[in-house]
C-alpha cells in the first residue's frame, strides 16, 4: 500500500528558505499515471495548491506552479529515494501552515488528490 | 480569500440531509469537473467525490455530487455523527492555471 510522509524542519526563519521532502514508500515515484503534489492549510487560507511535478515516462519533471507563489517555488524529484521535495523561498509569517504533499491520480475525466502525507507544520518565526 | 465561495458551516440532526454549495465562475466551476474532499478532525483530507458526481469505491451513496452552472453542491443524506468534518470542493481554474479550493464548510450533527 502507497504511503507518504512529509518531512523537514518545523520552525524557519523569515527570509529564509522552507524545505520539504515527501517519501513515497509502498510504490514507486515513477510507475503510473501521477502527479505529485503539494498542498499547504492555514487557518486563514485554507486549502492551497503550491504545486506538482510529473514523474512519469519522458515528461518526467514537468512543473506546473500556483501562479501567486511561482516566484519563490521550486519542486524535484529524486527518483532513486522515492522522493520529492518543496522549496519556497523568502518566507514570511504568512507561509505558516500545515503542508501536505499528496499523489493526484487521472479518475475519469480529470486529476485527483487520491492520497495524502499526515501533513507536517511549518511555522515562520524569528 | 478563496477562490471558490462556501458556507463557513451547515448542521442538521441525525438522519437528516445537509446541502453545501460551491459556487465560483465560468472560469472554474461551469467548465470544469468537480473534486469534494472530507476532512475529519485532527486528519487529512480524504476524496470523497470526483468527476462532480462520481464515487470512489468505499464512499457511501449517502454523498452525492451535482452541479449546476457556476455552483456546484454535495449532498450528505442519511446523516451520522461520523460525518462531522470539514467539505472542500475543488477544481482547475482555466484563468489561473492553477487547482483552486473552496474554503471548506463545517458539517455539525445536532
Known amino acids: 500500500q502507497v504511503q507518504l510522509q512529509e518531512s523537514g524542519p518545523g520552525l524557519v526563519k523569515p527570509s529564509q528558505t522552507l524545505s520539504l521532502t515527501c517519501t513515497v514508500s509502498?510504490?514507486?515515484?515513477?510507475?503510473?499515471?501521477?502527479?505529485w503534489t503539494w498542498i499547504r492549510q492555514s487557518a486563514g487560507m485554507g486549502l492551497e495548491w503550491i504545486g506538482r511535478?510529473?514523474?512519469?515516462?519522458?515528461?518526467?519533471?514537468?512543473?506546473d506552479y500556483h501562479p501567486s507563489l511561482k516566484s519563490r517555488v521550486a519542486m524535484s524529484l529524486d527518483t532513486s529515494k522515492n522522493q520529492f521535495t518543496l522549496s519556497l523561498t523568502s518566507v514570511t509569517a504568512t507561509d505558516t501552515a500545515i503542508y501536505y504533499c499528496?499523489?493526484?491520480?487521472?479518475?475519469?475525466?480529470?486529476?485527483?488528490?487520491?492520497?495524502w502525507g499526515r501533513g507536517t507544520l511549518v511555522s515562520v518565526s524569528s | 480569500q478563496s477562490v471558490l465561495t462556501q458556507p463557513p458551516s451547515v448542521s442538521a440532526a441525525p438522519g437528516q440531509k445537509v446541502s453545501i454549495s460551491c459556487s465560483g465562475s465560468s472560469s472554474n466551476i461551469a467548465n470544469n469537473y468537480i473534486g469534494w474532499y472530507q476532512q475529519l478532525p485532527g486528519t487529512a483530507p480524504k476524496l470523497l467525490i470526483y468527476?462532480?458526481?462520481k464515487r470512489p469505491s468505499g464512499i457511501p451513496d449517502r454523498f452525492s455530487g451535482s452541479k449546476s452552472g457556476t455552483t456546484a453542491t454535495l449532498g450528505i443524506t442519511g446523516l451520522q455523527t461520523g460525518d462531522e468534518a470539514d467539505y472542500y470542493c475543488?477544481?482547475?481554474?482555466?484563468?489561473?492555471?492553477?487547482?483552486?479550493f473552496g474554503g471548506g464548510t463545517k458539517v455539525t450533527v445536532l
Open positions: 468527476d462532480t458526481n
Open positions: 509502498g510504490g514507486s515515484i515513477s510507475s503510473g499515471n501521477h502527479y
Open positions: 475543488e477544481t482547475w481554474d482555466s484563468s489561473l492555471g492553477a487547482w483552486v
Open positions: 499528496a499523489r493526484a491520480g487521472n479518475w475519469g475525466r480529470e486529476w485527483y488528490l487520491d492520497l
Open positions: 511535478i510529473y514523474a512519469s515516462g519522458s515528461t518526467s519533471g514537468r512543473t
